[in-house]
Antibody, heavy 122, light 107 residues
């Protein structure tokens, strides 16, 4: 069945960068976009942005503009999310999910990766 | 940005109960509304898309309704595996936004 497998947990110091990978399987990689959502401890779900795996176009939440870069590698069918200038409040579980491209979409994010815990601590 | 507001933030219920969660959008989003279930340590799962369409594999005790700004998720005959946090999310505009979540706990 369709799955998204993410890279393992990371511990980073403030100011560093982290790059999380997400590898989907069991569907044509370029037929869907990949979105990234995070959940800080005790908080709800926060949308970070998404990338078209077809042409690499991105849309980032304003909160993360300038600090986040989402990319894909079609040769390895892997998506990446890099977050720079990490702060303690970036400590969260980061999820990737398959997303139908477009603005007006009659569909949700499905399925999701297992999540990657990123801990930012000095 | 479109603000999504859920109520209640948490509720206590018993197995077999009928539970209703509401979600209100700050502007009309037609039926571009999705519902997710999230359990601790697990990935969120899509339950309902387009306000009322049941995602494949999701039990029929989950139903969604509404359009415009007001939406409802109903769980009939609550089962032990349904104790979780539920989120609504709009797919009408970018940025995508989620409600703050509703935690369904055991009474």
């Amino acid at each position: 069945q369709v799955q998204l497998v993410q890279s393992g947990a990371e511990v980073k110091k403030p100011g560093a960068s982290v790059k999380v990978s997400c590898k989907p399987s069991a569907y044509t990689f370029t037929s869907y976009g990949i979105t990234w959502v995070r959940q800080a401890p005790g908080q709800g779900l926060e949308w970070m942005g998404w990338i078209s795996t077809y042409n690499g176009n991105t849309n980032y939440a304003q909160k993360f503009q300038g600090r986040v870069t989402m990319t894909t590698d079609t040769s390895t069918t892997t998506a990446y999310m890099e977050l720079r200038s990490l702060r303690s409040d970036d400590t969260a579980v980061y999820y990737c999910a398959r997303a139908v491209p477009g603005t007006l979409v009659r569909g949700g994010f499905d399925p999701w990766g297992q999540g990657t815990l990123v801990t930012v601590s000095s | 940005d479109i603000q999504m507001t859920q109520s209640p933030s948490s509720l206590f219920a018993s197995v077999g109960d009928r539970v209703t969660i509401t979600c209100r959008a700050s502007q009309s989003i037609s039926s571009y509304l999705n519902w997710y279930q999230h359990k601790p340590g697990r990935a969120p799962e899509l339950l309902i898309y387009a306000a009322s369409s049941l995602q494949s594999g999701v039990p029929s005790r989950f139903t969604g309704s509404g359009s415009g700004t007001d939406f409802t998720l109903t769980i009939s005959n609550l089962q032990p595996e349904d104790f979780a946090t539920y989120y609504c999310q709009q797919s009408y505009n970018i940025p995508r936004t989620f409600g703050q979540g509703t935690k369904v706990e055991i009474k």
